[in-house]
């Protein structure tokens, strides 16, 4: 009685720790490299903001000082006498400046417009990026979870197996001890109580690597997880296809990237227009910094001004950097075409292959039905003394192993249906998984 009220809080804590599908999901947001990803888009918006200030006045201060090693003078010299009659100051040994200037490009060809249209393309391809990996860092948690789901039922089935050819071996030990058994049957009967143990210990290692590579995976430890057979999808390949197509973030990423090419075109083409602009400034001098004068020249050095300049020849190089623009263009459009057709063949391909999981998992089933049927044939039999002990175990065992194989089964068509939703973007797989 003890040790079943043992067991069964064993199974019962173990049951609170498992974590359910949606739980993993959550807990995708905290993992590391999307974090990461979150700082990346976080520095492209401060860039894109940064260039819209390329398209505001600049106010600037300075203040200059000098002390020069001997004062400024001019020397008079009239023609009627021999020799100059002295220096006359024409300054003071200290030199003070300030001015506060205020410029504007008033006209760049479009190249400010260029550069901040980029900028900000720029910050939503990080975006773009940052939820394509979300969506990448969803199917590699699926596919995880899915596999430790099988490695449970396959533990499940292993374990029962061992159960069966212990209960076999101990029946076959008593016939060997009353001389009705050959050695060689009893020691084929421990050999595989040997090998289904190093079977559960392989198993067990490789659910204990898959639980390792998820909680990397997350940032988070995971040490169970729960059936995840609740979800009931349904999939339709053409309006998958269609929002994959229209919605999906890698080929909206690249659809971006596109027009970011466009502007650098008119970044390029802004090189053939000439560049206007506009400067005042408030500007004072003095041999002080009160900047009231020296005494000799003006203290006020104020201005307003404007700029023109228009490059008219460089060597063909504005005409190759436009043509080098106009290739990446053609070039980014060639490679979303082929992306597009991509994603199209991988859905068709996924469609194919959830089409094979469905065809084994109905002939599993039926393994299942006849593996059943045989185990209580064999038991009947075993009862009458009609059927060995080994024959007994291994219907067991085959009925277990049947049983194990399809659930792993549904388990890897949960796993297929969750990447195909994937595959059409995150809002597919975010309505289908996340929501309620």
Same mark, same amino acid.
Do not use: C
């Given at each position: 009685?003890?040790?079943?009220?043992?067991? =069964?809080?064993?199974?019962?804590?173990?049951?609170?720790?498992?974590?359910?599908?949606?739980?993993?999901?959550?807990? =995708?947001?905290?993992?590391?490299?999307?974090?990461?990803?979150?700082?990346?888009?976080?520095?492209?918006?401060?860039?894109?903001?940064?260039? &819209?200030?390329?398209?505001?006045?600049?106010?600037?201060?300075?203040?200059?000082?000098?002390?020069?090693?001997?004062?400024?003078?001019?020397?008079?010299?009239? +023609?009627?006498?021999?020799?100059?009659?002295?220096?006359?100051?024409?300054?003071?040994?200290? %030199?003070?400046?300030?001015?506060?200037?205020?410029?504007?490009?008033?006209?760049? /060809?479009?190249?400010?417009?260029?550069?901040?249209?980029?900028?900000?393309?720029?910050?939503?391809?990080?975006?773009?990026?940052?939820?394509?990996?979300?969506?990448?860092?969803?199917?590699?948690?699926?596919?995880?979870?899915?596999? =430790?789901?099988?490695?449970?039922?396959?533990?499940?089935?292993?374990?029962?197996?061992?159960?069966?050819?212990?209960?076999?071996?101990?029946?076959?030990? /008593?016939?060997?001890?009353? /001389?009705?058994? +050959?050695?060689?049957?009893?020691?084929?009967?421990?050999?595989?109580?040997?090998?289904?143990?190093?079977?559960?210990?392989?198993?067990?290692?490789?659910?204990?690597?898959?639980?390792?590579?998820?909680?990397?995976?997350? #940032?988070?430890?995971?040490?169970?997880?729960?059936? +995840?057979?609740?979800?009931?999808?349904?999939?339709?390949?053409?309006?998958?296809?269609?929002?994959?197509?229209?919605?999906?973030? $890698?080929?909206?990423?690249?659809?971006?990237?596109? &027009?970011?090419?466009?502007?650098?075109?008119?970044?390029? &083409?802004?090189?053939?227009?000439?560049?206007?602009?506009?400067?005042?400034?408030?500007?004072?001098?003095? $041999?002080?910094?009160?900047?009231?004068? $020296?005494?000799?020249?003006?203290?006020?050095?104020?201005?307003?001004?404007?700029?023109?300049?228009? *490059?008219?020849? $460089? /060597?063909?190089?504005?005409?190759?950097?436009?043509?080098?623009?106009?290739?990446?263009?053609?070039?980014? %459009?060639?490679?979303? *075409? #082929?992306?597009?057709?991509?994603?199209?063949?991988?859905? #068709?391909?996924?469609?194919?292959?959830?089409?094979?999981?469905?065809?084994?998992?109905?002939?599993?089933?039926?393994?299942? %039905?006849?593996?059943?049927?045989?185990?209580?044939?064999?038991?009947?039999?075993?009862?009458?003394?009609?059927?060995?002990? #080994?024959?007994?175990?291994?219907?067991?065992?085959?009925?277990?192993?049947?049983?194990?194989?399809?659930?792993?089964?549904?388990?890897?068509?949960?796993?297929?249906?969750?990447?195909?939703?994937?595959?059409?973007?995150?809002?597919?797989?975010?309505?289908?998984?996340?929501?309620?």
């Amino acid at each position: 009685m003890r040790n079943s009220l043992i067991v =069964v809080l064993f199974f019962l804590l173990t049951s609170l720790q498992a974590e359910s599908y949606r739980q993993i999901l959550q807990k =995708v947001d905290d993992a590391l490299a999307l974090q990461s990803a979150e700082q990346l888009e976080k520095a492209a918006g401060y860039m894109a903001e940064a260039a &819209k200030g390329r398209n505001l006045p600049s106010l600037d201060a300075h203040l200059s000082a000098a002390y020069l090693k001997e004062t400024p003078e001019m020397y008079l010299h009239f +023609p009627a006498l021999p020799v100059p009659t002295g220096a006359v100051p024409m300054g003071t040994k200290e %030199k003070w400046q300030g001015d506060v200037t205020l410029s504007y490009p008033l006209f760049t /060809g479009f190249a400010i417009t260029a550069a901040i249209d980029k900028a900000t393309l720029q910050k939503e391809t990080a975006r773009l990026k940052r939820l394509d990996l979300k969506r990448n860092l969803y199917l590699q948690a699926t596919r995880l979870y899915s596999a =430790v789901y099988a490695a449970d039922r396959i533990l499940e089935a292993q374990r029962k197996g061992l159960d069966a050819i212990k209960a076999a071996y101990k029946k076959a030990k /008593g016939l060997y001890d009353n /001389g009705l058994l +050959p050695p060689a049957d009893l020691y084929n009967i421990e050999a595989k109580k040997y090998a289904m143990e190093a079977q559960i210990t392989e198993t067990e290692s490789q659910k204990r690597q898959l639980l390792n590579t998820l909680s990397w995976l997350l #940032d988070a430890p995971v040490s169970e997880v729960e059936d +995840p057979m609740g979800f009931k999808e349904e999939l339709s390949k053409a309006s998958l296809l269609d929002e994959a197509l229209q919605k999906r973030e $890698d080929i909206l990423a690249l659809a971006t990237a596109i &027009k970011a090419n466009r502007s650098d075109e008119t970044l390029a &083409k802004s090189r053939f227009y000439p560049t206007v602009g506009l400067a005042a400034a408030l500007s004072r001098q003095g $041999d002080t910094l009160e900047l009231n004068g $020296d005494g000799y020249t003006n203290a006020n050095r104020s201005y307003v001004g404007a700029s023109a300049s228009w *490059n008219l020849f $460089d /060597g063909f190089a504005d005409k190759n950097r436009l043509e080098a623009a106009r290739a990446r263009t053609l070039a980014a %459009k060639l490679q979303l *075409n #082929d992306y597009k057709k991509r994603v199209a063949m991988e859905i #068709d391909n996924a469609f194919a292959e959830l089409g094979a999981l469905q065809s084994k998992l109905i002939s599993a089933k039926m393994e299942v %039905k006849a593996r059943e049927e045989y185990y209580k044939l064999t038991e009947g039999r075993f009862e009458n003394q009609l059927a060995s002990a #080994d024959e007994l175990s291994r219907a067991i065992a085959d009925l277990a192993a049947a049983r194990a194989h399809a659930a792993a089964l549904k388990s890897q068509i949960f796993a297929q249906k969750a990447a195909i939703h994937l595959m059409a973007g995150l809002e597919s797989f975010e309505s289908a998984y996340l929501r309620p």
